[in-house]
């Protein structure tokens, strides 16, 4: 796997996820110029011998050298809290699913449909088939339709956990007595993994999630057949 393709963003696969890498990459390059704007004037000042002792105060430089920051912060808050909002708002979700965080494993609930619950747990080792990811392979997936509004509610049964898709740009802390949700809207089919991202005890790094985008016809084949 190429170096870049470890430090970057995983591929996006929800309108929320594409508003999320054009946010983080637009923001990478305001901080870079400005750290080699300050590089350069840092190494201007240090190797020229020009001195002014009697100096005392540019009020000009000073007003530029705030207004200009507050308009950059202001550039980056915007976008951010656009992004925000975005990530809270759900209209007319055409199916609502329930996933509650055990120790040390997953349960799902398709509250639309009858009879329509199962757990996942994380396959293990020695049964992982070759185009399947150690760790991140459960037996039981999450079937969804793609270009679908999906609403997904999440808790817990005993500790804190966190339902996370970084594909999906989805994170949803999930706490016992409490219901949070979620907009799931997916671009394409595919497989989408996940893992619980709270320190919930010491099989933490054991309970994954699995996300399979389908098409709605066979999303329907599958709610058939299940």
Known sequence: MPMWSQINLQDANSPIMEQLIFFHDKTMIILISITTLILIMLNKMILNKKINRFLMENQKIEIIWTVIPAIILILIALPSLRILYMMDEIKSPTITIKAIGHQWYWSYEYSDFKNIEFESYMKPTNEIM?????????????????????????????????????????????????????????????????????????????????????????????????
């Open 130 to 226: 070759k185009n399947e990811f150690r760790l991140l392979e459960t037996d039981n997936h999450i079937v969804l339709p793609m270009n679908n509004q999906i609403r997904i509610l999440v808790t817990a049964s005993d500790v804190l956990h966190s339902w996370t898709i970084p594909s999906l740009g989805i994170k949803i802390d999930a706490i016992p007595g409490r219901l949070n949700q979620g907009l799931i809207f997916m671009n394409r089919p595919g497989i989408m993994y996940g893992q619980c991202s709270e320190i919930c005890g010491t099989n933490h790094s054991f309970m994954p999630i699995t996300l399979e985008s389908v098409t709605t016809k066979q999303f329907v084949n599958w709610l058939k057949n299940y």
